[in-house]
């Protein structure tokens, strides 16, 4: 499936560097989403954009900032992490930013923090 | 609390054999509920979709039924294949409301061996 593009699809990283996941959609959706998935633990909302504006944070830490230039591009900012933020960050995809909308994730980026 | 609570957490079945997966909830009031496949190293994808008025859909050698009254769905997977191997996940969404109140299930890891 190529709707929902991550890039890296995996990252090793210092707790001092600053590095950047990107995600793209070719959908022509309107939502755009950012989950965490830990192991055995149920996917974690961290951000929401509708139309480019974000609708939900939801406590995310500032070590983590998002930006969202346009409706098919998202990014998440990554610096000064913990080893516990390491987790597979998924992307995800919606045509609206409603729990009646399907969403469609992208293949994830496997971060690892040391 | 709405809750999502996936039953068995891993499954090992024999090629060719047919499997259940349970999923129990207590979101209140209830719009949908969808079924997720996950495989390694790739996002959920979706399965089936059910709001509250359904009791059965299929896609393929996979059908969902749905009892709004005892709050239980489960999977079926029939004659299964080794590309059934992956996660599944479930996910309500409460009526009304955004993507961001969507709730996951952990999972459920199906091994198929040959």
């Known amino acids: 499936e190529t709707g929902v593009t991550q890039t890296p699809r995996h990252l090793v990283m210092g707790m001092t560097n600053k590095k950047s996941l990107k995600c793209e959609q070719h959908l022509g959706h309107n939502a755009m989403y950012w989950y965490k998935q830990s192991a055995k633990k149920p996917l974690e909302l961290m951000f929401v954009?509708?139309?480019?504006?974000?609708?939900e944070n939801n406590s995310v830490p500032s070590r983590f900032s998002p930006e969202c230039p346009n409706s098919s591009h998202l990014f998440l900012h990554l610096h000064t992490l913990q080893p516990e933020d390491s987790a597979l960050y998924l992307c995800?995809?919606?045509?609206?930013?409603?729990?009646?909308?399907?969403?469609?994730f992208g293949p994830g980026t496997r971060l690892t923090v040391l | 609390k709405n809750q999502v609570e996936q039953s068995p957490q891993s499954l090992i079945i024999l090629e060719g054999k047919n499997c259940t997966l349970q999923c129990n909830y207590t979101v209140s009031p209830f719009s949908n509920l969808r079924w997720y496949k996950q495989d390694t190293g790739r996002g959920p994808v979706s399965l089936t979709i059910?709001?509250?008025?359904?009791n059965t859909k299929s896609n393929g050698r996979y059908t969902a039924t749905l009892d709004a009254d005892t709050k239980q769905s489960s999977l079926h997977i029939t004659a299964s294949q080794l590309s059934d191997s992956a996660s599944y996940i479930c996910v309500v969404s409460p009526t009304y409301s955004s993507a961001s109140k969507i709730i996951f299930g952990s999972g459920t890891r199906l091994s198929i061996r040959p």
């Open positions: 954009y509708s139309l480019e504006e974000r609708v």
């Open positions: 995800a995809s919606s045509q609206g930013p409603l729990g009646t909308d399907t969403q469609y």
């Open positions: 059910m709001t509250f008025s359904e």
